[in-house]
């Protein structure tokens, strides 16, 4: 038999406000444990929530950037349970009223265009870090993290596929990052995953018994999570074993998940608006403004690097996804005004290097100029494509402009021809074997002498100056 | 009458006059505090070094003409579940017998503004759950006017200072009624001002949507003062209220004429003491003597607040209390196997009977399945008290009644029996839950000579009618002027 996997994301992602969600402490990663806490976030009796604005409006851009409706109306809950990282003993979180409510992202796996709907967007603080100390018998805390602002995204149960699940996740980040909410760094946990996973028989409507898994923090992760879990699912069922309503966690490095807690054991949260903190009101107008400072979002971005560009559908869909990426296209479009060449060069040698390097699209270490600048020195015949390759390696390793790379190593084309045709009487006298074979009709032996008078100019000679001269020389 | 026994407003005039500085003052008032607090117990904490040294720099300040304040170089004593920066702040708990907030409460800061010195801290029941302070970690507070019995609570210690001399005024906070009874056991004027014009910052919170701080004093002329000193909106408090506050002290006029005052027949007809209930109707008498105009009517819900007071109170608790972990403050058990057991042995130790009781009611009512039929029924019934309060102001300017069904307790009295203690808060757990003003004031003494207490509730921010009333009263009556021979 068949089986279709059914997935729903619970999406977490810190929003890139400077302060924290209940206090003015600064949201910023890092920093001396302990540090960027006040008596607020760290739970000391008699403080109170005061709800930072900024919050709001961030998890209004994420709702309207994924098509959700704004609840007029919504409020805070508090979400009770004890654990060390939690300083008051209960999450300022939403219960029945989010934020934002019922959204789609469009995403397309396989050239097919699929809808996934997002359930809801609610905002939430988060917790502080447990940090165990190998040495010593206890665990320390660190609440630097502890009220920085989360939203949380949850989908509906419209995903069928890891590829699906990626594909979601890809556009999720690229919109989150295109509105400037948050900055997405997975291995800083600003963006985590919880999965809800279940398979069925192919063709069969009601769902079948779900599991959570929690806390993913890599887009890796999440694929090989749910490989694994429904791998495991779909042989509990083949065997005659029934599907356990639980939490698990899932262990990435020895690729299984277990069980931590059943559907009988899962906390009761207790739930109550928190009695600290008043409704939140998004009236019309305040929604019309942050409709207003939306930029924009990749899908249109997309759509027009097609039109305006002439980009192929793929190579459109890769330079959108990132914004970091598509603002670097775009400017370095801006400088050379050859759109094509300058997503060849993205697509091609700086995604390849990126990617050896193990770096991040954040991390390119030149400006967008200098690959319009390396451009135009091809345009221009200064330098040949081969030597621009070299170049541009050099560009990536030193961040220096290509122009003065070019100017220091002597890279320019040599276009003199009397330079030139001393070097080919040079190859000639020292290849009597391979005049002799040209003369016999061996045309591979042309091919040998061009790449000689390469080597002995270092690349640098124009190929068709020297086709053109070898030829007199030999037709002589 | 001694130094002691006077108003803020006569100390003040003292002050102002040179004819005693502060620190001779905040001296008379420790020494008094060494004379009769070991007998009454109403102090965790006294500050004495501090106290002095601060009356010296406040006295500085007045002698070069720096402060204008009518609260400078008064002595004041807080409740202790009121932050005070490097003062310790236990709530008469063992769960925080040793911690020092890092802070200050907004009331805190804005009384340090206004030059008073603070002498220390009072003793009250654990977390303020409590009608007689005798839930306290620390020790029992004992009636000035006979020390077999009660303060009442749960500000005890804050309204047994004030009665005793051994504060100018205090400060302390009222949940379902502990600033108004431990005020009228003790024969002072105890204010809990509308929800949300006293900042809750700094206040250790009991039950978020019920609790304000309020004043605590020898008469209403120095509760107006008070009001000034405290009321406000904070950006720091996101219930607190963003209205305008008026000058309390010129409500303090000696005039009732044409005011429409409602009495509920049920706060003087079911449970309440004889002697209670002829005193605040002589009360009644003697506003209407003065031009009020006061009947009876119907406030039919009554009987549904005190069910509702406690299943609010107690799931709001239950959450807030929870951060009492033993991680990262305060006490920790000694012994304990894993994390779940740190927690369990630290708030089973750390937790006085009372506490834990709430705790445990709280969190069943918030339970899954409990929600709808506790909770959710309690903040429908809060609706309909609300309401009802809301019907009764479209007729009457203040509603009057008794402040609590008894007078003062023996200790040990009803401390076994906590229904029985619950019932005390009847007439005022209601005013909480509507979030109104009310002003408890002197209105007579029982035949063991045990001060009766007189409620006037208003209209949500009308603070000002209230102590209209209560100054016409205390105008025509010597009933506030009694002090308690100790």
């Given amino acids: ?476 | 009458m001694e130094l002691y026994d006077l108003s803020v407003h006569e100390m003040s005039d003292l002050i102002k006059s040179k004819k005693i500085s502060s620190v001779e003052l905040t001296q008379v008032i420790l020494d008094r505090i060494k004379k009769v607090d070991g007998e009454i117990g109403s102090y965790i904490t006294v500050l004495e070094e501090s106290a002095i040294k601060r009356a010296r720099e406040v006295q500085d300040k007045i002698d070069k003409g720096e402060t204008n304040s009518p609260l400078a170089g008064i002595p004041v004593a807080f409740k202790d579940n009121i932050c005070t920066e490097g003062i310790k702040t236990t709530c008469a708990s063992k769960m925080l017998d040793n911690f020092i907030p890092p802070y200050n409460a907004t009331v805190s800061h804005k009384l340090f503004l206004e030059d008073t010195v603070l002498v220390g801290k009072l003793n009250m029941d654990e977390f303020a759950m409590g009608g007689s302070t005798e839930n306290s970690f620390h020790k029992l507070t004992k009636n000035p006017w006979d020390t077999k019995r009660v303060p009442g609570g749960s500000s005890g210690g804050a309204a047994a200072s004030v009665a005793a001399g051994l504060a100018a005024f205090a400060l302390g906070s009222d949940t379902g009624g502990s600033i108004r009874q431990p005020a009228s056991f003790c024969g002072v004027v105890g204010m809990k001002p509308t929800y949300g014009a006293v900042s809750r910052y700094g206040l250790v919170a009991f039950a978020s949507s019920l609790d304000q701080i309020g004043p605590i004093s020898k008469n209403v002329s120095d509760c107006a003062l008070i009001l000034n000193a405290i009321t406000g909106y904070d950006l720091n408090d996101s219930t607190s209220a963003n209205v305008n506050y008026p000058d309390y002290t010129k409500s303090l006029q000696n005039d009732v004429k044409g005011l429409k005052i409602g009495i509920p027949k049920e706060y003087i007809t079911q449970g309440i003491n004889d002697e209670v209930k002829k005193a605040v109707l002589d009360g009644v008498k003697v506003l209407e003597n003065l031009g009020a105009k006061c009947e009876e009517f119907s406030l039919p819900i009554t009987e549904y607040a005190i069910p509702a007071y406690y299943l609010i109170s107690s799931a709001e608790a239950s959450s807030n209390l929870a951060r009492y972990d033993g991680i990262k403050y305060g006490f920790r058990a000694e012994k304990f196997t894993d994390l779940s057991d740190l927690y369990r042995q630290t708030r089973s130790e750390g937790f006085g009977t009372e506490v834990k009781r709430r705790i445990m009611l709280g969190t069943y009512a918030l339970s899954s399945g409990y929600y709808d039929e506790y909770y959710n029924k309690a903040l429908q019934v809060r609706t309909l008290i609300k309401k009802g309060f809301s019907d009764a102001f479209e007729k009457y300017d203040a509603v009057l009644g008794p402040t609590a069904p008894t007078t003062a307790y023996k200790i040990g009295e009803k401390s076994e029996d906590p229904l029985e203690m619950y019932l005390g808060d009847i007439y005022t757990a209601s005013v909480n839950i509507a979030g109104l003003p009310g002003l408890s004031i002197p209105c007579g003494m029982d035949s063991n000579n045990l001060p009766i207490g007189m409620q006037i509730i208003g209209k949500p921010f009308d603070e000002s009618t209230l102590l209209r009333i209560g100054y016409t009263f205390e105008k025509n009556t010597e009933f506030h002027k009694n002090r308690a021979k100790i």
């Fill in chain 1, 1 to 476: 038999m068949e089986y279709e996997i059914v997935i729903g994301l619970e999406v977490h992602s810190e929003l890139s406000t400077k302060s924290k969600i209940f206090c003015s402490c600064t949201t910023e990663f890092g920093g001396e444990v302990n540090t960027h806490t006040c008596p607020i976030c760290t739970g000391m009796p008699g403080v109170l929530p005061v709800l930072n604005k900024k919050v709001v409006e961030y998890a209004v851009k994420a709702g309207l950037a994924s098509n959700c409706k704004i609840a007029e109306y919504s409020k805070q809950d508090r979400k009770n349970y004890f654990y060390p990282d939690l300083p008051k003993a209960y999450q300022i979180s939403q219960y029945d009223l989010p934020l934002c409510y019922e959204g789609y992202i469009d995403i397309e796996v396989d050239d097919v265009q699929k809808r996934i709907g997002i359930t809801r967007i609610h905002i939430e603080e988060d917790a502080g870090k447990l940090m165990h100390d190998e040495w010593e018998t206890g665990s320390l805390v660190d609440y630097n993290r502890g009220g920085v602002p989360l939203i949380e995204i949850v989908s509906e149960p419209d995903l069928r596929s890891a590829q699906e699940v990626k594909a979601y996740l890809e556009n999720l980040k690229a919109i989150l990052e295109y509105i400037n909410v948050s900055d997405c760094k997975m291995q800083e946990g600003s963006l985590r995953a919880d999965v809800n996973l279940s398979v069925r028989p192919k063709g069969q409507k009601e769902f079948g018994t779900r599991t959570e898994m929690k806390n993913l923090n890599s887009f890796k992760a999440i694929i090989r999570a749910i490989e694994g879990e429904s791998a495991r699912q779909i042989e509990v069922i083949k065997s005659g074993g029934v599907i356990v309503q639980e939490t698990r966690r899932w262990d990435d490095n020895k690729g299984v998940s277990y069980a931590m807690r059943s559907k009988e054991e899962a906390h009761d949260y207790r739930y109550f608006p928190d009695p600290d903190l008043m409704p939140i009101v998004v009236d019309e107008k305040w929604k019309e403004e942050i409709k207003n400072s939306l930029p924009e979002l990749p899908e249109a971005r997309k759509k027009r690097y097609i039109s305006e560009f002439s980009l192929p559908h793929y190579d459109a869909s890769i330079l959108t996804s990132s914004k970091v990426l598509a603002d670097f296209f775009e400017e370095a479009v801006a400088k050379s005004k050859n759109a094509k060449a300058v997503s060849n060069w993205i697509m091609g040698d700086l995604l390849r290097i990126l990617k050896e390097k193990e770096m991040e699209i954040e991390e390119i270490p030149f400006p967008a100029d200098y690959l319009a600048k390396l451009i135009e020195l091809i345009e221009k015949g200064i330098i040949s494509g081969t030597i621009a390759k070299k170049v541009f390696v050099q560009m990536f390793d030193e961040r220096k402009d290509p122009g003065v790379i070019v100017k220091e190593k002597g890279l320019e084309v040599i276009s003199d021809e009397s330079a030139i045709s001393g070097i080919i009487l040079k190859v000639l006298e020292n290849n009597p074997k391979s005049i002799e074979d040209y003369k016999n009709g061996k045309e591979k032996a042309f091919g040998f002498l061009v790449g000689q008078v390469m080597r002995e100019t270092k690349g640098k000679a124009d190929p068709k100056i020297i086709n053109k001269l070898l030829k007199t020389e030999l037709d002589k």
